[in-house]
């Protein structure tokens, strides 16, 4: 079998101890610890004049580890990736910046990644990107020689041509998808996205299948949504029952109800009208206060780029409005914190939660939504309320679906989940565990490399 070369800007290295608050770096942690292989990415280091990339092995697989100039990281990351990108594929032009020296720093930061890692590869080797950090990657690895398969695997959501033609760089990067063999989208919408750009904007052609020809190159767009490793998932919840921090937990909430929410500091989450709309709860359901208590986990993410930072004193203010309004002296009811935790004690949470409170305004796919319900208890489990722009919520039909922008709604719907009888809730849980138990990390894995595998010949 031909060895496995993952790229991703986030490596989950065995020498991180820290929880890791990011569903790729999560994911392919999963993915790599089956196969082995190398795991090739940015070492969360800066130095002007960076070296090699620093290569070390832990059991099956090695990882080599590339430090970055400050200023090219910077353009990289918080400039081109998510200060462009990041905001443009989750339909937020209005948060979108785009400056001349942040491209040209995204594209050095790509040549420089080819260069290092070209001399760790074997010309079998099967090369898989991910995300938005690394579009142009292949074409900087074809420009040095490597003619292996490269797949390339976009977490995010892939925007409308209508929304993609804002950024003034679209056609080059549409170019730089087509040094792919392969390429792998969350849903059938964003399939649907980049194709309609492909054949309308960049005239290209499109066969059955996802074929794609552009230029003088040949590849496929498929969907292949991201799972978790759900059997791994339902071990810890059931491991959680009775042990220390089980009983913390409960013992704080003293009989009442739980919801929870787990979503890093990111304005695509939609954490404000999730408050506003637990607000609204209140308000509107009074005979709930004093039952329940909402608890809201939120890490801190790229604090260095302003519109995070902006959302943290947005959400600490909402935070205290509503604690500030409803307390008691004996109930709080939102628990508000900003650190990550690792899975063992997410597994716990979600278990205890009746409600699990997953309301992005755009997202990629999000794990979380479908490790809250691998976490359920079969005979008594919680519910799901998932926004309708969540990839997730494409698989998840038995959720109760909200539309993220309509707070009462958002509001209306925590009260239908918890007055629920428990024969809905069960069957509404089924529904959602079979596509979490069928569509896991592995079968993601297994069936993009698959497909990987076979791109060469796609064409015939
Ligand atoms: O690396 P960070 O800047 O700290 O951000 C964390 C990750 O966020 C995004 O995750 C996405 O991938 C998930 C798994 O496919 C998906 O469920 C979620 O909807 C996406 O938002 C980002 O795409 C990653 O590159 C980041 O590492
Ligand atoms: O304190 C935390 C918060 C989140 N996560 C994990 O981070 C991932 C978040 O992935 P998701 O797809 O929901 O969103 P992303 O952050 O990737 O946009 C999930 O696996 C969570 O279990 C974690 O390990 N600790």
């Known amino acids: 079998m031909a060895r496995l070369v993952i790229v991703s800007n986030r490596v989950a ?23 082995g292989g190398l795991w090739f990415g940015w070492s969360g280091e800066t130095q002007v004049d960076p070296p090699p990339p620093k290569v070390f092995r832990s059991g099956r697989v090695s990882y080599a580890l590339q430090d970055l100039d400050p200023e ?11 200060g462009t990108l990041w905001p443009l594929c989750h339909y937020r032009l209005g948060l979108l910046s785009f400056r001349r020296a942040d491209w040209e ?20 080797d099967i090369v898989w990107v991910h995300d938005y950090h690394f579009i142009p990657l292949a074409a900087e690895l074809r420009k040095l020689g490597f003619e292996g398969r490269i797949g390339y695997f976009h977490h995010i959501p892939w925007p409308t041509p209508e929304v993609f033609l ?7 990067l549409v170019r730089d998808i087509s040094h792919y063999d392969l390429v792998g989208l969350q849903t059938e919408d964003d399939v649907r996205a980049l194709l309609t750009y492909i054949s309308s904007e960049a005239r290209g052609w499109i066969a059955p299948g996802g074929g794609v020809g552009l230029k003088d190159r040949r590849f496929r767009v498929v969907a292949y949504p991201i799972g978790i490793d759900a059997e791994a998932f339902v071990k810890d919840a059931r491991a959680s029952v009775g042990k ?46 004093s039952k329940m208590t909402m608890m809201q986990i939120a890490p801190l993410s790229r604090a260095e780029v302003t ?45 205890n939660a009746r409600l699990g ?20 208890d079969p005979e008594n489990p919680g519910v799901l309320v998932l926004s309708r722009f969540a990839g997730a919520a494409d698989e998840l039909t038995g959720a109760l679906l909200v539309n993220p922008y309509d707070v009462e709604g958002m ?38 490399l698959a497909d990987l595998s076979q791109a060469a010949d796609h064409f015939g």
Not at 106 to 116: E, G, I, L, M, T
Not at 320 to 343: C, K
Request: aromatic fraction near 10%.
């Open 105 to 124: 720093g995204y594209r050095r930061v790509n040549a420089h990644f080819a260069r290092s890692l070209l001399p760790l590869l074997k010309p079998d």
């Open 411 to 448: 509001a209306d719907a925590f009260h239908r989940a918890f007055t629920m009888p428990v024969e809905e809730r069960r069957e509404r849980w089924r529904t959602n565990m079979d596509k979490v138990e069928t569509n896991t990390i592995h079968s993601w894995c297994e069936g993009f």
């Open 166 to 172: 804002s950024l003034p760089s679209h056609a080059a």
């Open 72 to 82: 090219d990281q910077r353009a990289h990351y918080a400039g081109y990736a998510n």
């Open 244 to 289: 220390d921090e089980e009983k913390r937990l409960k013992e704080s909430l003293a009989g009442r109800a739980l919801a929870v929410g787990v979503d890093r500091l990111d304005y695509s989450k939609g954490l404000p009208s999730k408050f506003a709309a637990f607000g609204d709860f209140l308000a509107r359901y009074p005979e709930h206060r």
């Open 13 to 35: 290295s065995p020498r991180e101890r820290a929880a890791k608050a990011g569903g790729l770096a999560v994911a392919l942690r999963e993915a790599l610890s089956q196969r």
């Open 307 to 351: 519109e995070y930072q902006a959302l943290r004193r947005e959400l600490e203010e909402l935070a205290g409005a509503i604690n500030g309004e409803y307390a008691e002296f004996d109930w709080v009811p939102l628990r508000y914190l900003n650190r990550p935790f690792q899975r063992a004690t997410l597994a716990a949470i979600y278990r």
């Open 357 to 376: 409170i997953v309301t992005p305004l755009r997202d990629g796919m999000n794990l979380v939504a479908k490790e809250y319900v691998a976490a359920q």
